[in-house]
């Protein structure tokens, strides 16, 4: 599971704890889209080099927003591009 919200530093350091002793590098950019809208792109390091992902989040599932040319296939659903899922089975051994 995946949720957005700060947390203090106490409960983070708890939550890190219980993680598995994996990972995954990335790093993080924001593009602009119409609408008021960004895409959150991720280009992945180490063992997932090569993978990026774009990420919009929509007002609603029918919201229609221009697809720019560099966007590719849709993974929404796809488990295997979870973060959790990359950690333990990287791009690279696809």
């Known amino acids: ?35 008021h809208l960004f895409f959150e792109v ?11 992902i774009a990420e919009i989040e929509l007002p609603s599932e029918d919201f229609e927003f221009s697809r720019p040319d560099w966007l590719g296939i849709e993974v929404t659903g796809q488990v295997k591009y979870y973060n959790a899922m990359l950690a333990q089975n990287p791009f690279s051994k696809w």
């Open 1 to 35: 599971f995946e949720w957005e919200k700060e947390i203090p530093v106490v409960e983070a350091e708890s939550l890190l704890k219980l993680c598995k002793p994996t990972g995954i590098e990335k790093t993080r950019y924001v593009v602009p889209a119409d609408n």
């Open 42 to 52: 991720d280009e992945f390091r180490g063992e997932n080099k090569g993978l990026v």
